[in-house]
DNA sequence: TATACGGCGCAATGTGCTTGTGTTTTGGGG
DNA sequence: CCCCAAAACACAAGCACATTGCGCCGTATA
C-alpha cells in the first residue's frame, strides 16, 4: 500500500485539479524529480487509489443540456426486486448515477438528457414500466453553484 | 463552433472513458492520422466542449469514505439569501457539488467527508450555522450501482 | 558499526507529441 | 460535367517528454 504522505496528498491534488499534465510540471509541483514522481504516480495507479483519468465535457455541447435528480422509492425491499431495479438503471444511458441510499427512499438518481421532452419519455417509458416503483420525485437543475465533479 | 459528427462524438466518447490515451492510439480508434486527431481533439478544447481532464481518485483510500446528499430548504427566498448559502457551500471542502434545484426544497448538495463523526460535524457546525436554512435531510450513499461520474 | 532496504536523483533511450507542408476530399457555381 | 476554392486529411521531421537502469544516500535493524 503507498501510504498517504503529504507528497502524495499533493500529487492527487494536481492531478484531480489537472488529469493531463505533464510528469515533468508534476515533478515540479510536488518538489520531486521527474522519475521519483512517475514512480509514485504509477504505484498509485497500481494500488488503485488512482481508478483512471477522464475527459470533462460540456454537457450542453453533446446535447445533454437537461439535468434532473430523482428520488426513487420501492414498494417492496427484497434483494431480487432491488436487482430488477439496478440492473433497469444500468441499462438506460440517461442515468449517469445510481445510488443506494438511506432515508425515506431507496434510490437517488442523476438523470441527463438533451431536452424536458426527453425528460418526460424517460419518466414515463423507462422509471415507469419499472415494476415495484412506488414513488418518483424529480428535482431539476437550474444551476450548480459548485460542482467538483470528477 | 466545431461539428458534432460521429467522428467527435467517438473522440468524447473515447476521452470520456480515458482521458490519458495516447493520441496515436485515440486517432486509431476513430479512424484517423494522429495529426487530423490532435487537431481535432485541441479544436474541442478550445471550443469548450471539452473542459478539462481529471483524475478519479478512489475517496476511500484519502479519507473520504463517508457519501452523503442532502437535500436543503431556504426559509427565505431572496436572492441575497440564496447567494449568501451558495457562498457558504462554496468556502466548505466537504461539498463537492450544490445544485439549485425545483420541487419542494431548493438545493441539493453531494458532500463528502472520511467517517460519521466528521458528517456530524459539517451537519452542525457548517449547515447548522447558516442562517435561513429551514430543513436538512440527509440521505446517506449505502453503494452506487451505476457511477458514470466524470 | 556493518548491512540491508527503500526512496531519490541522474542520465540515456525510446516513444509519442507537435507542426509545417503537400495531397485528397468536399461543396458550390459555371 | 467540369472546375475552383476551401476545408480536412496524411506524411514526415524535429523536439519534448516519458520511461527505465543505475548509483547514491539516509534510515532502520541487528
Excluded: W
Excluded at 455541447?61 to 422509492?73: D, H, N
Excluded at 425491499?77 to 431495479?85: E, G, R
Excluded at 432515508?103 to 425528460?119: H, K, W
Aim: charged share 20%; proline share 3%; with cysteine.
Amino acid at each position: 500500500m503507498s501510504d498517504m504522505d503529504t507528497i502524495n496528498r499533493n500529487i492527487l491534488r494536481e492531478l484531480q485539479a489537472n488529469g493531463r499534465i505533464s510528469n515533468l510540471e508534476l515533478a515540479e509541483k510536488v518538489g520531486l524529480s521527474p522519475s521519483a514522481c512517475l514512480r509514485r504516480v504509477q504505484e498509485l495507479e497500481r494500488t488503485g487509489v488512482i481508478q483512471g483519468y477522464r475527459a470533462l465535457v460540456d454537457r450542453n455541447a453533446i446535447g445533454g443540456g437537461f439535468l434532473a435528480y430523482i428520488t426513487v422509492g420501492l414498494s417492496q425491499h427484497t434483494k431480487a426486486h432491488q436487482m430488477a431495479f439496478e440492473k433497469a438503471m444500468q441499462r438506460a444511458p440517461e442515468v449517469r448515477e445510481c445510488h443506494n441510499v438511506t432515508g425515506t427512499i431507496e434510490y437517488l438518481l442523476r438523470v441527463e438528457v438533451a431536452d424536458l421532452a426527453a425528460y418526460k419519455h424517460f419518466h414515463t417509458e423507462v422509471l415507469g414500466t419499472v415494476p415495484q416503483v412506488s414513488s418518483i420525485t424529480s428535482y431539476i437543475v437550474m444551476g450548480s453553484p459548485k460542482d467538483q465533479r470528477a
